[in-house]
């Protein structure tokens, strides 16, 4: 009875494993100390030193998403999110290029910042609760307020959530999209049945053949797919004026590295300083006013406020990159979407993006 | 055993040292093994543990009773605050629908083509040829793709709104609904109690099997034909009928109907696009490794069966039926049991047509917050639990099958 044996070996190890999970906590850092040699990424205090070390930023990014992260012809990626990936390069190891991109499903991205293969996730995530409890992530500063908007072919007519009664509606599976979609449909007695995809290449001909009557997801991705589908002499559509979610997606890393995440979110926030201050990458290195505030932003004197960052970070970062807004122009309006009036504006001009004084 | 012959009557004083002695190195040696095994395991599920704990992941299942959140494809009918282990019940029933509707079809179309590769007609063994090198050298994920983009998205059914009825001849009722996203076709749907309709069925199943053994047994005795299948289909029919009426006819036909709105299939039973996609790739896909198992299996037969028969006057069907087949069963089964497990295993394949099976489910789930941990934990059982079950059953059937005197 071979099965019986099999069966008897597997229980053991579940047994092995219920007391494990059992074990407190005073066990579990001793563990934590000798499994050091194994891991030894995403240790505390040491990713920053390990990422200098290595001269490199492994990012984690999206590799089909028009405006935020694309592969072009020539292999090379490109978007906002990539953008950003390259900010913190700059800021960390002074050279943007310094960046290797691996590209990841949305299932499958927090696995990859837990187990330290890569350094830093930005993939149009978007910050939750749950996220950050469970998945062992830290979210930092929010470069993109988004919310998830239903597209329609505008042939339909549809302009409420109502008209998609019993409707099938395309979405992205292992997304907030999901939830979202479930919450709103759910809490308004709206019936529905979802399609889920694993990524847009698929959604987007169903989609168009007419299989879902209805496309959700963030605002931003479906004005990027609008102007695909029409540019390619598909059918015209239609966004819904409604947004039925917040969706604030920046950059995340691994839980337990303070120092690593100050590093990321300081050359990210750097760019919306760069904004506020009038600085671009046209003009940041030869500043020449005596505005205090600027002369400590750009490292002069060796200003430097201990954050690990070289003194001139916010420098390279501009140079090399740019401001927020620079990157923003750079791949946003091509998809559809404006600064003016949004809440990615500068808070100076009503917009949500302010940043801690640097000091 | 070398040990015991050497040694003349196995005398103490005779004994060579205990690091030389087979039987303790013997033991010593598994000891060995076991030990090494379970700490390899412990170390690595310990340094998971702890890893996960360090990162503040939880490492418990209670997970599974929180709210599932998220709706179920083709599932309207789950309510999106179900526990998550509730998701995970639809996620099995799911899995389970098209492996067994998978094997089904694999061993119905292996069957045919692979006795079919042996035909004496020319076209009809050149179609199978072609069949087998078509479906065995495509990947099942390629095939399951294809069917769910090539035919449904891509092909010729028409949408939802516009789809094709199939109305009963001279009757309001709609015997058939194809469109590209789901198929209805009529089903039964229960108006009352089904515990005594079961109860009956189940008795009924059970003296039709104690037929088919007494009849066995009349047909070793006195040689008379036993008519054993036409005696237990007799049965089984007789049961049905009398658990129907006995039970005051609690099932009725369901009839598919397309909402006025024209955007859902009420009623029968409706089969999704994923479903249809995942069985149909999968069924034909290790329908083409069943039927050159068969064809192996039927040539593995020695050919003086064959010639036996024929000088006994068999008829071709006669030959296939009572000489070669009931042989060639006993050669093909084991590796037949290996498809099997392959399809079972294949159906996770399915996340890629957004079928709900028990894989897709649960990626969906890890992709919201639940533990990816301890979610896969339970689908690697899940998937162990149908294989095991899967070669239990057949590794039992297979002993039955083989001959006594081997």
Not at chain 1, 207 to 235: H, M, N, R
Not at chain 2, 54 to 62: A, C, E, K, V, W
Not at chain 2, 147 to 155: N, S
């Amino acid at each position: 009875m071979k099965i019986t044996k099999l069966l008897a070996a597997f229980v053991a190890l579940m047994l092995i494993l219920a007391a494990c999970s059992s074990d407190d906590d005073a066990a579990a850092t001793t563990e934590a100390v000798a499994g050091e040699d194994g891991g030894g990424d995403g240790d505390t205090g040491g990713k920053l030193a390990a990422v200098i070390a290595a001269d490199k930023i492994v990012c984690g990014v999206n590799d089909g998403l028009p405006g935020f992260g694309v592969v072009d012809d020539a292999g090379v990626y490109n978007g906002f999110d990539i953008d950003f990936c390259r900010v913190v390069a700059a800021g960390v190891l002074g050279d943007a290029d310094k960046v290797e991109y691996k590209p990841l499903t949305a299932d499958v991205r927090f696995t990859a910042l837990q187990s330290g293969d890569i350094d830093l996730l930005i993939r149009n995530t978007t910050w939750t609760a749950t996220r950050d409890g469970q998945e062992g992530a830290t979210f930092l500063f929010t470069v993109f307020y988004d919310g998830q908007g239903m597209m329609v072919p505008a042939s339909t007519g549809f302009t409420t959530l109502e008209d998609l009664a019993d409707a099938n509606i395309c979405v992205l599976s292992g997304t907030t999209t999901e939830l979202n979609l479930a919450a709103v449909f759910g809490a308004r007695g709206i019936p529905f049945n979802s399609v889920v995809f694993e990524d847009n290449a698929q959604l987007n001909p169903a989609y168009q053949e007419g299989q879902c009557e209805g496309w959700t997801s963030d605002a931003s991705q479906l004005a990027a797919f609008k102007s695909a589908i029409e540019g390619e002499g598909g059918e015209d559509q239609f966004i819904m004026a409604e947004i039925i979610s917040k969706e604030p997606l920046g950059p995340v890393v691994s839980d337990g590295d303070t120092e690593w995440a100050q590093a990321v979110e300081w050359s990210v926030m750097a760019t919306v300083q760069a904004w506020e201050f009038g600085l671009d990458s046209g003009n940041i290195g030869s500043y020449a006013g005596d505005n205090p505030n600027i002369l400590n932003f750009i490292g002069t004197d060796n200003f430097n406020p201990g954050l690990g960052l070289p003194s001139d970070f916010a420098v390279q970062v501009v140079t090399q990159v740019g401001n927020y807004k620079e990157i923003f122009d750079r791949h946003i309006p091509a998809i559809g979407l404006s600064l003016e009036g949004g809440p990615n504006n500068i808070w100076t001009e009503g917009g949500l993006m302010y940043v801690p004084p640097y000091r | 055993m070398t040990t015991e012959t050497q040694e003349p009557q196995g005398s103490e004083a005779a004994r060579p040292p205990f690091y030389r002695d087979v039987r303790v190195i013997r033991v010593v040696g598994q000891l060995v093994a076991v030990i090494v095994v379970f700490g390899i395991a412990y170390w690595l599920v310990n340094n998971l543990i702890s890893n996960m704990n360090r990162l503040g992941i939880s490492t418990s299942f209670d997970f599974l009773f929180g709210p599932t959140n998220t709706a179920i494809p083709y599932h309207e009918e789950f309510a999106i605050r179900s526990p998550v282990w509730q998701m995970s019940l639809v996620g099995i029933k799911n899995t389970f629908l098209a492996a067994i509707f998978g094997v089904i079809l694999a061993s119905v179309v292996g069957l045919i083509v692979g006795v079919s590769r042996l035909s004496d007609n020319w076209l009809v063994a050149r179609l199978a040829t072609f069949y087998v090198e078509f479906f065995r050298n495509i990947p099942p994920l390629v095939l399951i793709i294809f069917f769910g983009f090539a035919v449904f998205t891509f092909g010729p059914f028409p949408i939802f709104s516009e789809s094709w009825e199939l109305k009963l001849p001279g009757s309001d009722d709609t015997l058939l609904i194809i469109n590209n996203d789901r198929w209805g076709v009529p089903g039964f749907t229960a108006t009352g109690s089904l515990v005594l309709f079961w109860v009956i069925l189940a008795a009924g199943i059970v003296i039709a099997a104690y037929m088919w053994r007494r009849r066995t047994k009349h047909f070793e005795q006195t040689g008379q034909p036993h008519h054993r299948v036409l005696w237990f289909t007799g049965v089984v029919v007789a049961s049905l009928v009398v658990a129907y009426i006995a039970s005051g006819q609690p099932l009725d036909v369901s009839w598919p109907v397309i909402s006025e709105n024209r955007r859902r299939v009420d009623g029968g039973f409706i089969a999704n696009w994923g479903w249809i996609s995942v069985t149909f790739a999968l069924g034909l896909y290790t329908a083409s490794h069943l039927a050159e198992i068969i064809r192996g299996s039927i040539l593995a037969v020695h050919q003086g069966q064959s010639e036996a028969a024929n000088a006994v006057a068999l008829s071709a069907f006669q030959r296939y039926r009572f000489v070669v087949l009931p042989q060639a069963m006993r050669i093909a089964l084991p590796p037949t049991i290996n498809q099997y497990l392959n399809l079972v295993k294949n159906t996770s394949l399915g996340t890629a047509v957004g079928y709900a099976e028990i894989t897709a489910l649960t990626k969906t789930s890890v992709g919201n917050g639940r533990p990816a941990f301890q979610s896969f934990i339970i689908v690697m059982a899940v998937y162990l639990v149908f294989s095991l079950s899967i070669s239990l059953t057949l590794n039992v059937v297979n002993r039955r099958l083989q001959l006594e005197s081997r």
